[in-house]
């Protein structure tokens, strides 16, 4: 039990150093973006550390394997490099019994990583996308702030309303859009005298700018050729960037109970990936145990870099299958956990697989 709560406490406070560090470099890098979103209108900037919070969870399962994963690189290579390792399989421990000493912290991790995967993440993102869709919060999105012209590249957009009032509503509401995709770029101009902001009552969930009375202007910058529309009441589609925090897949949203009874191939890829987390974190804690092995004179992190790219590889391989899952291009049912298995043999293989070719040499030069 000494040798257990030894190496447990070691593996557990290099593994919450190395997320907290990961998970301060993805929020800081995460929030840098957002905050720029929130400073062009993409979303309202009293609504970011909300739905930074929670995002969190959806950051930590993704992180918890990872820092598992250095965790033990770097626990096990300093005890290889102190040479306590020596003294540990000199005392009895061998790889069948420091293998179920990895086991204990790795499962501690795993258990952490299921509840985040299956149910926090999921309410989580549920959350933040009430929270993005509630009328009441995202009546500023979009930039729409009186009296100042705000520009979008990304979007080709600008837009400007000369006052807004307590209900929301805008006057004097001008809208300039570039379509570049054609051979020669059109822009748009709407103006109105009042505007509103909608919500598509579809599934869709896009925003629309409600207009009255305005006219809407439309051509080719140098050319004569302009089509005019004068309109009573318009609904312009306001385009949203697809790469920020909006980017959000409406299955992550679902509950896990809900994946299991769905049939839709997008569900299903979400429940086994969801699944796969708490499962990949036990392989990827025998990988490490088995890529820690060094020596004094190599240095404890040697082994690093084929580690990780066995650990890439495991990864992008899941990602791979769950994508071949949501397009219904799997050959059998069961590559997400073929993926599992084989890497599992890998891990086993590496922890027992030098005791295995000692023991066969040493039998053939006994005979």
Known sequence: MTILRYLSRDIIFHTIAVSLILLLIIFTGRMSKYLAEAAVGEIPGDILFPLMFFRIPGFMELILPLGLFIGILMSYGRLYVNSEMVVLFASGVGNSLLLFYTLVPAGLVAVLVSVLSLIITPIGVEKSRMLLEDPKLIRDVNSLVSGRFQIKDHLGSTTYTESIDQEGVMHGIFLLETNSDLEKPSITVTVAQRG??????????????????????????????????????????????????????????????????????????????????PLATLILALIAQSMSRTNPRKGRYMTMLPAFLIYVFYILALGAVRGRIENDKLFFSGEMWLVHFIFFLVAIGLIFGSDYWTSIRYRLAKN
């Not at 902001?197 to 202007?217: F, I, P, V």
């Open 196 to 277: 509103e902001l909608k919500k598509d009552s579809a599934s869709s969930g896009n925003q629309y700018m409600e207009l009255t009375n305005g006219a809407r202007y439309k051509g080719i910058p140098g050319e004569l050729a302009y089509e005019v529309i004068e309109f009573d009441r318009y609904g312009e589609l306001m385009r949203l960037s697809q790469d920020g925090i909006r980017k959000v897949s409406a299955v992550d949203s679902k509950s896990t109970a809900a994946l299991f009874i769905s049939q839709e191939a997008e569900d299903i890829a979400a429940l086994q990936w969801r699944i796969s987390l």
